[in-house]
């Protein structure tokens, strides 16, 4: 079964040197190391933070700082 792609060139050349291409980018993207996301805070003595007093909450800065939340590249807007 063949993936859906572009429509193939009418030269001969430079379409087995775009298959080629894309070949190996398929490769490289396949053999990428996962990224591993690294917690740098440390996390508060018994789950509580010393400014706020709030159990279980976000360490760092206060993410409602700016009136919207923040976690892992997604967003809430209050």
């Given at each position: 079964?063949e993936?859906?792609?572009?429509?193939?060139?009418g030269?001969?050349?430079?379409?087995?040197?775009?298959?080629?291409?894309?070949?190996?980018?398929?490769?490289a993207?396949?053999?990428?190391?996962?990224?591993?996301e690294?917690?740098?805070?440390?996390?508060?003595?018994?789950d509580?933070?010393?400014?706020?007093?709030?159990?279980?909450?976000?360490?760092?800065?206060?993410?409602?700082?700016?009136?919207?939340?923040?976690?892992?590249?997604r967003?809430?807007?209050?």
């Amino acid at each position: 079964s063949e993936r859906p792609g572009p429509l193939p060139l009418g030269d001969k050349k430079q379409q087995k040197e775009i298959e080629e291409t894309i070949r190996q980018r398929s490769i490289a993207d396949a053999v990428m190391p996962e990224v591993v996301e690294e917690d740098v805070l440390a996390p508060f003595e018994n789950d509580t933070n010393p400014e706020t007093g709030e159990i279980g909450g976000p360490r760092g800065k206060e993410p409602t700082r700016f009136g919207d939340w923040e976690r892992k590249g997604r967003v809430t807007d209050f």
